[in-house]
């Protein structure tokens, strides 16, 4: 009889967020695979738990799925875990999780932290849709060309970012999508956990006058503010757009879009001229 493929989330910093169904799963387990050994290690004997473990990670997973997935047919059960938080999400597990499906090999979730849903709880952002982009690219071209494809989204975006690339992003944040509700959630449930809210502009110059950033940054973009109002004077509204952070040029794009003019046009009002 085929074993059973447990995705057992693990905390993302304090330890006392693993829930007591992933304890038990991690204790009656035959074998645990996960990214580094040396990582899960640290939580098993937290916990007092002595299993057999097995390296998964992104530069393994072809070769070792099918592995796997043969201790699974011959009866094992198997407890996947990442280094921190649920598997699979921006972490290895998809090609194993797939695998064992196609074989007809039970998988069974065990829920529990998730740095994108415990950023969002506390972010103060909308929470009624979101849409979850795992790591934004690093270069800055890819990345804004990304945002500027998610502008019309009207969904809460949220992302995982490098703390040497946050302020970057944030520019980036400001130039392409303007005047938006950030939130910057760093380090959850660790000792140095913060989280910072205002715009991505405040944000930015904040970080700024910071000597280092460190730690482990999920980073959730608002939805787009309402439309300026037609009666508001062009010169006005370009001037409070720029007031909120946004450059003088993508304000005067975003007031010329929204009145139907061209851009010259609003920049030669703008100008005085």
Do not use: W
Request: proline share 5%; net charge neutral.
């Amino acid at each position: 009889m085929p074993g059973i493929l447990y995705v057992v989330a693990t905390p993302i910093g304090n330890l006392e967020d693993i829930t007591v169904r992933a304890i038990r799963t991690l204790r009656e387990a035959d074998r645990i695979a996960c990214e580094d050994t040396r990582q899960t290690r640290k939580l098993l004997d937290h916990f007092g738990i002595s299993k057999p473990m097995l390296s998964y990670h992104e530069h393994n997973e072809a070769a070792r799925a099918s592995e796997l997935v043969a201790m699974l047919q011959a009866g094992e059960n198997i407890a996947l875990v990442s280094d921190a938080g649920t598997p699979l999400i921006s972490d290895p597990g998809y090609r194993l999780v797939a695998a064992a499906i196609d074989a007809g090999i039970s998988v069974v979730p065990i829920p529990g932290p998730s740095a994108v849903i415990a950023a969002l709880s506390a972010s103060g952002l909308p929470t009624d849709a979101f849409r979850f982009g795992g790591f934004l690219p690093a270069k800055r071209s890819a990345r804004r060309k990304l945002l500027d494809q998610l502008k019309p989204e009207s969904s809460t975006l949220i992302f995982y970012e490098a703390p040497h690339r946050i302020v970057e992003t944030l520019d980036d944040i400001v130039d392409v999508l303007g005047a938006r509700r950030i939130a910057i959630a760093r380090e959850l449930t660790k000792m140095h956990e913060e989280i910072l809210r205002g715009t991505a502009a405040e944000l930015r110059d904040q970080l700024k006058g910071r000597s280092s950033i460190r730690g482990e940054i999920t980073l959730l973009i608002g939805k787009p503010e309402a439309a300026v109002l037609d009666e508001t004077p062009v010169a006005e509204a370009v001037g409070e757009l720029e007031r909120r952070g946004v450059a003088r040029m993508d304000a005067i794009k975003q007031v010329a879009k929204a009145r139907g003019l061209s851009k010259r046009e609003v920049y030669r009002i703008v100008a005085g001229t």
